[in-house]
């Protein structure tokens, strides 16, 4: 079992930038790679971006070069530093990690830009 907690969210205005958090704990050892989501009012959950155990990035061509994602396993935490934002990436974000055998979710932040 792995259990997400994410924090980071609020109000932003437009073009200012916001860094989101995504702490895990249980069977760390097990996570293969962590994902930030986001569902935006009245539309689908969709990927933001991606971070393998092999430290591998993804990104959603929407986002890509306005938003960084890293992780420090110290912590163990994986960080979704947002920048240059638009009021279109307002959302719940959502942190994901996959196992072999299953897939977990936080509980969501709320990310608001105003225009």
């Known amino acids: 079992q792995v259990q997400l907690v994410e924090s980071g969210g609020g109000l932003v205005q437009a073009g200012g930038s916001m860094r989101l958090s995504c702490t895990a704990s249980?069977?760390?050892?097990?996570?293969?790679?962590t994902a930030w989501y986001r569902q935006r009012p009245g539309k689908q959950r969709e990927l933001v971006a991606a971070?393998?155990?092999?430290?591998?990035?993804n990104y959603a061509d929407s986002v890509r070069g306005r938003f960084t994602i890293s992780r420090d396993n110290a912590k163990p935490t994986v960080y979704l530093q947002m920048n240059s934002l638009k009021p279109e990436d307002t959302a719940v974000y959502y942190c994901?990690?996959?196992?072999?055998?299953?897939?977990?979710w936080g509980q969501g932040t709320q990310v608001t830009v105003s225009s």
């Open positions: 994901n990690s996959a196992t072999w055998r299953s897939s977990y």
């Open positions: 249980g069977s760390i050892s097990s996570i293969l790679s």
């Open positions: 971070i393998t155990r092999g430290d591998t990035t």
